[in-house]
């Protein structure tokens, strides 16, 4: 397959150096050259979602307040992290990114469920912020103890490879060639 090599510009709806740096790699993966203008935008929910539809809505309103921002951009997308319950009691991280377009349909993509250490899960059910208490977990080097491995725990706390999944989900959603041609006028045979 053939990669493109179109140009466009594409706001994010953070002004985070690591999302924008995670989206920068997920365009290149997929052979697309993108001006990325950061723009510190609401998500519109509260600081730590605890189920799937607030994620959802987070990222959904975080793409809508980029596109408001910047509005002859080709593509704004939002990207947002949250927790959903899972079977042992705990809570699952998952991260959404959702792209919107000029016309205002939406690609939405998620990453794979990534199950936090139960210790952590009881920390935010009894009030913890997520961010703090997985830290501080890292920190202490409670994982060891827990047998898990020191880049899955790394992970939670970064949540690159986590939100690089949702990018890639919500590009594919969309067909990435679809998405490009359709904004950018940019014909590519696969």
Do not use: W
Request: charged share 25%; aromatic share 6%.
């Amino acid at each position: 397959m053939t990669s493109p090599t179109c140009s466009c510009r594409i706001v994010i709806g953070t002004t985070s150096e690591q999302k924008i740096a995670v989206l920068s790699k997920a365009l290149d993966d997929e052979g697309v050259k993108a001006e990325i203008v950061p723009c510190d935008v609401d998500s519109g929910i509260i600081d730590q979602p605890l189920n799937e539809e607030a994620t959802r809505q987070g990222a959904r309103n975080r793409s809508h307040n980029a596109r408001i921002y910047d509005p002859p951009c080709d593509l704004s997308i939002g990207l947002e992290g949250g927790l959903i319950d899972n079977d042992a009691g705990g809570y699952d991280l998952i991260c959404i990114a959702d792209i919107q377009n000029k016309e205002g349909a939406h690609y939405v993509g998620m990453s794979a469920r990534r199950t936090l250490p139960l210790s952590v899960s009881r920390e935010i059910r009894g009030g913890e912020q997520f961010g703090q208490a997985i830290r501080a977990y890292f920190k202490e080097e409670r994982y060891r103890a827990d047998n898990i491995k020191q880049e899955d725990t790394e992970e939670l706390i970064v949540r690159q490879q986590s939100f690089y999944e949702a990018i890639q989900s919500a590009l594919k959603n969309g067909s990435v060639h679809y998405i490009f041609a359709k904004e950018l006028t940019y014909m590519h045979q696969c």
